[in-house]
């Protein structure tokens, strides 16, 4: 990866939040669209997913075997190698919307994540947890691994204070 930012997390409504990443990744679009959309791709650094990758399909991501790590959507829209956009219906919690766009660069690819309508609470969260799955997700495409929880834990404290000034 070319660089790493902090997510930002910006304020929606009273009740709602928002979290984007900008970053700069060493691989093409088309390398970055098949790990956000080929199922055992993703299984390598998100979750255990199922995709009908059409607008108007569902998508099910499983972050682990218990059935409330569970998020389910439809996908809004889908533009290869540029555009994925799907509900977020993750269980227990408000709907929201994850959009990823994928710009070439002269060098590498500009990942846009941009994760909307989170509740307030949840933001914090989110921030932390998208900024260890994109870690993840550079580990990945170059062959490793990364421990989500412990790259989890060591971020929040930053969110934390962030979504403390919203």
Not at 26 to 50: I, K
Request: net charge negative; aromatic share 10%.
């Amino acid at each position: 990866m070319l660089e790493q930012t902090l997510g930002r997390l910006r304020k929606e409504s009273e009740e709602r939040r928002s979290v984007r990443f900008e970053r700069v990744y060493d691989y093409s679009a088309e390398e970055l669209w098949s790990a956000w959309t080929e199922p055992a791709q993703l299984r390598g650094w998100l979750g255990d997913v199922e995709l009908d990758l059409r607008v108007g399909g569902s998508i099910v991501i499983r972050f682990g075997d218990d059935e409330t790590q569970v998020t389910h959507g439809v996908i809004r829209a889908v533009e290869p190698p540029r555009l994925l956009e799907y509900e977020w219906n993750f269980s227990g919690e408000s709907e929201s919307v994850l959009r990823v766009e994928l710009v070439p660069r002269e060098h590498g690819t500009l990942l846009i994540l941009d994760h909307r309508q989170l509740g307030r609470d949840a933001a914090t969260g989110y921030a932390a947890g998208w900024h260890s799955h994109l870690d993840a997700l550079d580990a990945f495409l170059a062959d490793g691994t990364l421990d989500w929880d412990e790259r989890f834990s060591e971020l929040l404290p930053t969110y934390r204070e962030q979504a403390a000034s919203l």
